[in-house]
Structure formats: structure tokens, C-alpha cells
């Protein structure tokens, strides 16, 4: 995440991006913090209406996904 910051400020960050199905990417995050979670005994549950594709970086938008559930799980008592 520090060297993305830097990337940014130096305006040398690669961004692929391509239409992305925000479904795919919230399930991507989620399984990716299921462990954490399940060691502090929170159930993620995903209740998701029907959302738009859009335009966008799938791979640093799952790692936004990633990032916020982390913190989430990280300040949630058990």
C-alpha cells in the first residue's frame, strides 16, 4: 500500500482499467478477510441489491475492499 501511495505521487502508478463487476470484486474482498474474521468470531454476511458495472481497476479496487473490511474487523470487538 505504501509503494501504491508513492506510485500515485509520482504520477508512475499502472492502473488497468476495463469494466468490473462490483459484485465479483466485494466476494473477492470478503473471502479474502473471512479468516480474520472468523478468528475474532464476526460473520460476514453479503446482502447486495443489484449494482451497475463500471469502469475501473478491479484488482486496487478489491484492495480497497480489502482495506476497509480490515480496519472494520480490526476496531469490532468480538
Known amino acids: 500500500d505504501l509503494l501504491d501511495v508513492s506510485r500515485m505521487v509520482q504520477g508512475t502508478l499502472q492502473l488497468q482499467i476495463a469494466p468490473v463487476n462490483l459484485v465479483e470484486v466485494v466476494e473477492a ?3 479474502n478477510v473471512r479468516p480474520l474474521a472468523a478468528a475474532k ?13 463500471l469502469f475501473g481497476d478491479s484488482n486496487r479496487l478489491q ?10 474487523i480490526k ?3 468480538e
Open 29 to 31: 474482498a470478503l473471502d
Open 41 to 53: 468470531q464476526i460473520e460476514l454476511n453479503l446482502q447486495l441489491g443489484t449494482i451497475p458495472s
Open 63 to 72: 484492495q480497497v475492499g480489502v482495506n476497509l473490511l480490515t480496519n472494520a
Open 75 to 77: 476496531f469490532t470487538p
